[in-house]
């Protein structure tokens, strides 16, 4: 069902990594095919090595910075910057500067009420000494 989601409706939802602002996804929106996310990462904290079978997703980063890891390789994300990432890639985000970032995240497709599957993988060799 088409809705529109004022900054007031965003549920949101805290994690020991962060803030995600679920602005659609199934179980607000009604999504079948796309879940987005504001997502915030405090100085020193990040989202830790995971993937998504079967889903697809774009970070685009909108304030402050983070050091994005594809599998092994990494690089500094800064406002405007974004990555793509392919179904089933480890991948981690990661606050490493003086201030808080804010992150638009689009996953797809959508999977359950939550919008999406997540397979943590960071206490597995390679991820768990990476950094």
């Given amino acids: 069902?088409?809705?529109?989601?004022?900054?007031?409706?965003?549920?949101?939802?805290?994690?020991?990594?962060?803030?995600?602002g679920w602005r659609c996804r199934p179980a607000n929106a009604g999504a079948r095919r796309?879940?987005?996310?504001?997502?915030?990462?405090?100085?020193g904290e990040g989202h830790d090595f995971h993937r998504h079978d079967g889903q697809e997703e774009m970070i685009i980063v909108k304030q402050g910075e983070v050091t994005q890891f594809l599998e092994r390789d990494s690089s500094t994300?800064?406002?405007g910057d974004s990555v793509y990432i392919d179904e089933g890639v480890v991948h981690a985000s990661f606050n490493e500067g003086s201030e808080t970032a804010h992150l638009q995240v689009v996953i797809g497709p959508s999977r359950g009420d939550g919008g999406y599957d997540l397979v943590d993988v960071s206490a597995e060799e390679p991820w768990a000494s990476l950094r």
């Fill in 77 to 79: 994300l800064r406002p």
């Fill in 1 to 20: 069902m088409s809705a529109f989601i004022k900054q007031a409706d965003v549920e949101q939802e805290q994690f020991d990594w962060g803030t995600i």
């Fill in 34 to 43: 796309l879940v987005v996310m504001d997502v915030t990462l405090e100085p």
